[in-house]
């Protein structure tokens, strides 16, 4: 059974850096990828970053770029998120996903954590 578990949010000024943190048990690494999405309330969630597990090949949304960074343990099974350069519109839910495919789609993706609450103020 596949299991994801986020942590490492919090509050921070506009400006400052979050390191997320996603660890997944029960799963196939030669199929699977994972990605870490965001919901702002009222806003739809949106695909922030995807890395595959086996080649560490990674995607970005643009709005990202740049600014953070998605990476995996030796495990690969600890998927981080560094954050830098966090700006007020950053503040939202962030959950990590896991899917058969290198996409930002949330509709490709089965496996869901929790969240993980990320709070920027100006």
């Known amino acids: 059974q596949v299991r994801l ?3 490492g949010g919090g509050s921070v000024q506009a400006g400052g850096s979050l ?6 048990s029960g799963i196939s690494k030669a199929l699977y990828y994972i990605a870490w999405f965001r919901q702002a309330p009222g806003q739809e969630r949106e695909g922030v970053a995807a890395i595959s597990l086996i080649t560490s090949t990674a995607k970005y949304a643009d709005s990202v770029r740049g600014r953070f960074t998605i990476s995996r343990d030796n495990t690969e099974t600890m998927i981080g998120l560094q954050m ?3 700006k007020p519109e950053d503040s939202a839910m962030y959950y990590c996903a896991g899917g058969p495919r290198l996409t930002l789609h949330v509709s ?4 869901w954590g929790q969240g993980t609450q990320v709070t920027v103020s100006s």
């Open 5 to 7: 578990v986020e942590s």
């Open 19 to 24: 390191r997320l943190s996603c660890a997944a």
């Open 84 to 86: 830098n350069s966090l």
């Open 108 to 111: 490709d993706f089965d496996d």
